[in-house]
């Protein structure tokens, strides 16, 4: 699987949009971009998986560049309950999820009232 | 939705003292994994399964026993605790598929004095 890089922390305003960005500069063409969050050491919580174009839910949108060598979660209105870990994993498509995450540092995000 | 259970929630262990972490979905999931959690670290895969009858070694194996007899349960059997085996453990599963998200427990707080 890919290495990434992500910072080891980062602070938002509470409010304000959070921009977590993450490098996976030798990622293969048959990878996904996962990201999770782990909350006080609670389970990891899925947030938002993609390939190659954009991708939005509920919860964040995932823009990642053209080139796939980087990509950037992005939580629009922060709130001080995405204070977390945010990881992310890049794996390939072919095997189930549970099976195959490789988990780094991740970055510590922390919203500011 | 339960999702995926995880028994007990906190255990004190002696060295040397065997124990079952237990772990249960009800997701129907193929796919079912075993993370420990060390300090400040990200989770590394203990073993993991794709199927009942069907297990294998992830990157931190020694020490752990794995089986699944059902697609519900997999449990993670200590033979001989061990103070290096004091960790949090989280139990994940997926369905089969390329792109599917894991779903996570909340964790099994494990201290081995």
């Known amino acids: 699987d890919a290495k990434t890089t992500q910072p080891t922390s980062m602070d938002c305003a509470e409010g304000r949009a959070a921009n977590l960005p993450c490098n996976h500069s030798?990622?293969?063409?048959?990878?996904?971009v996962y990201w999770y969050r782990q909350i006080h050491s609670q389970g990891p919580q899925y947030i938002i998986h993609g390939l190659k174009n954009n991708e939005t839910n509920e919860m964040a949108s995932l823009i990642i560049t053209e080139d796939r060598k980087s990509s950037t979660l992005i939580l629009p209105h922060a709130t001080l309950r995405d204070t977390a870990v945010y990881y992310c994993?890049?794996?390939?498509?072919?095997?189930?999820?549970?099976?195959?995450?490789?988990f780094g540092s991740g970055t510590q995000l922390t919203v500011l009232p | 939705n339960a999702g995926v259970t995880q028994t007990p929630k906190f255990q004190v262990l002696k060295t040397g003292q065997s124990m079952t972490l237990q772990c249960a979905q009800d997701?129907?999931?193929?796919?079912m994994s075993w993370y420990r959690q060390d300090p400040g670290m990200g989770l590394r895969l203990i073993h993991y399964s794709v199927g009942a009858g069907i297990t294998d070694q992830g990157e931190v194996p020694n020490g752990y026993n794995v089986s699944r007899s059902t697609t519900e349960d997999f449990p993670l059997r200590l033979l001989s605790a061990a103070p290096s085996q004091t960790s949090v453990y989280f139990c994940a599963s997926s369905r089969e598929g390329r792109g599917t998200e894991a779903f996570f427990g909340q964790g099994t707080r494990l201290t081995v004095v």
């Open positions: 994993i890049v794996r390939p498509l072919s095997s189930g999820s549970a099976r195959q995450l490789t």
């Open positions: 030798t990622i293969s063409g048959n990878e996904y």
């Open positions: 997701m129907n999931h193929e796919y």
